[in-house]
Structure formats: C-alpha cells, structure tokens
C-alpha cells in the first residue's frame, strides 16, 4: 500500500509512527511534515491545505490511501477531489465535514437526530444575540458559527463578557466571516473528555478515548491553547459511559448524515461533556485531535492501517480494535509566549535521551531543521508520550523523558493528567 498522510504536527507524526508498522505499507510520505514524520516516512513539499497539489501528487504517485490530520483539507473538500479521481481517503466529503466546519450545521444535525447537546440559538444580528443574552443570563457560551482555529468560543462567565464577545466576533469580526454568524448555548457542567470512531458510512467502531488538557497553565488555568497533553483512557468515562456516547451521540449522527445523503467516512471526534444528565456534545470534530493521538494511537495493538482501508471501504460492520492494555499520556512541549506570540528558531537537543526513556515515545510539531540542528517552528514543538501499566506509570515516563529534553526556551505543563490520577 502506497499512503500518503496530510499535515505537519504531532497528530501526523503518530500518524505516520503507527502506519510505518502495518505490514500492508509499502511506502509512505507526508505533506508537508516536518523533521519527525521524515523519520518514518519521506517528506512532500505541498501544504496541508493545498488540495489540487495533494490531488495531483495522489494521483501522479498511483497512491492507495490518503489519511488527512488536520481538517482544513476536509472542510476545503479534499476527499470529495480524491475520490474524483478514484482515490481513497479517510476522511469526510466536504458536506459532511460541516460538522466541525459549520457550528449551526452540527447543532442541526444535533437536533434532527435527537442528539444531546447544549440548548443554543444562532444569529446574525448582534441586537438579538445581546438581547437573548441579557434575557438567559450567564454563564453562557458564545461561539463563532466557521472555522476560527479553536479562537471561537467564549465560555462567558458574565453577560459583560457575552456582550465583549459578540461585538469582536460579529461587529470587530476579529476572526472574519467566521463571525458573520454566532451560536450562542447553554453552558454544560461536568468534566470533559474527547471521545473518537472510526465510521466507514453506514457503522462506527470505538476509536478510544482521552482527556485534553486546554488551558495553557497548571490546574487548568489561563487561555485556552491547541491543548497541552492528554491522557488515556479516561477513568471518568466508563464503559457504560462510552457505549452511551455511542449509541446516543456517534450512531444517530452518522445515520443522520446517510439519510442527509452525505454518508461521513473516517475519523468522528465527538467533544463530550459528562453532565449530571449523561454525556452531552459540545462538538464534533471531523479528524483526530492533537495531542489525543500521540497518547491514543501508541495504545493501539491492531493494524491502523487495515483499519483506516475498512473505513473507506464500508467494512467495519465486523471489525473490532485490539487495544494494549494500561494507559498512555502526552504532554506538550510549547515555546515559551504561547498561545500568545512566542520566539521562532530556538535549538532543541535531548531528543534521542528522551526517546531512549523506557516505555516513550518523541513527536515533533512545530520543528524544523536548519544547519543540522532541530529548531522551534511553532506554538506547540514536541509532544512526549508515555505509556505503562496504568497511568501512573505512564505519567513517570512522560516527565523522565520531558526532563531529557534541552531546551530552555521552551515550557510544558507539570500537572497533566492531574484528575485522572486522581480518580486513578
Ligand atoms: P470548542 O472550540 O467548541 O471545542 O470549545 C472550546 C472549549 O469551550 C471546549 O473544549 C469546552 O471546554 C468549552 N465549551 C464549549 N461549549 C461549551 C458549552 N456549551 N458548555 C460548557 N463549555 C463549553
Ligand atoms: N486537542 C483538541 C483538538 O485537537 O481539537
């Protein structure tokens, strides 16, 4: 099998990791990666988001399977080009790929399958949104309807802040059309764990679970970032807790996208919130998320790339996943200002040391090589996974092979996976 896998970042990079192992791969690139992903697989210069460039590359090279990380190229209709041109893809068309790129899309698909999720409005008028605001009062949860790179969501602990927050969205349009439009919910209360599936169109199979970690400061503090390290499984979510999700929120969204006639092939990340009244969506995501990945995919035992084929041929009615058991969890590294604005083209060294801590792994995001020597590229830089017998051990081999890393310009987060080992 000739596969091509799509993006730059730690998700690609684990991607790539968890691929080069299936005894079906032939060969393997990755567009555009960065020094991580060249280490298992050969580097393509054509940005994620470049569609007729990743069309004619599939095509020019007789690829087998393209696996898009980030969900730009999807929303931006990669898969729908791929199949134009009897390619396969893991990942939605662009109709069906609205359910992270459109937020009143996904909530409409919410409610026509009867899917729980938060009580929400939309609106194209800031009049109105103030108006509904003052009259539910907070908290509330204000949300730009497109795509704003995870800047979107304002949850508002005040109507002053609900009000801030419609006025930069919709008048300031401090993330463009993307604010043309606001969903303004309900805000739920619970703890919030990411849950995955593999959906093939017709059925979807348990991609595993993790808890993200968005806050940029210890405790869960600060601004909201990409997320600084996950953890899996999550012991807050029970099995029973994860077969509901299943049935209540993954199934009904998928049968609710076949009736649509926009059937939804690949990755279905469903955001949950585990509220007093069961799990609830707070949003559906249409790929894997970063850093779950880095701490899901070294968990997997079976082939991931059988898996992905099954999916973009409609064969997982019978396919189950095989999983290692104990736990793994990534933690972040990120130059030292993010999410705010950071320092470009600091070395990084301890890399192998890291790698060679029992029981982690090393993916790199935001790298970049210049001279010979490993530099930061970017907010988030290096994801460093452990996995173990239970979390415990997962975490000690997270942070030993974290405190190998030599970079001084860079910080990562102590705590991650503080509440799951707390109810560990
Ligand atoms: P999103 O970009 O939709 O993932 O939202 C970012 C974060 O905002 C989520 O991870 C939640 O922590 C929070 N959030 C979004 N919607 C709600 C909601 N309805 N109630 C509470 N928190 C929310
Ligand atoms: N870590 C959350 C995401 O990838 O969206």
Partial sequence: MRVLVVGAGGREHALCWALAASPLLTKLWCAPGNPGTAQVAENVAIGAADVAALVAFA???????????????????????????????????????????????CKEVCDAAGIPTARWERFTDADAARAFVRRRGAPIVVKADGLAAGKGVVVAASVAEAEAAIADFMQARTLGEAGASLVIEECLIGDEVSLFALCDGTHAIPLGAAQDHKRVGEGDTGPNTGGMGACAPPPVLTPALAAAAMQRIIRPALAELARQGTPFRGILFAGLMLTADGPKLIEFNVRLGDPEAQCLLPLLQSDLLAALLAACDGELGDFALRWRPGAALAVVMAARGYPGAYLHGTPIGGLDRAAAVPGALVFQSGTDMRDGQLVAAGGRVLTLCGSGVDLAAAHAAAYRAAAAIAWPEGFYRRDIGWRALAAE
């Fill in 59 to 105: 095509t020019a090279q007789r690829l087998d399977l393209v696996v898009p990380g980030p969900e730009a190229p999807l929303v931006a209709g990669l898969a729908d080009a791929l199949g134009a041109a009897g390619i396969a893809c893991c990942g939605p068309s662009a109709a069906a790929a609205r359910l992270e790129g459109s937020k009143s899309f």
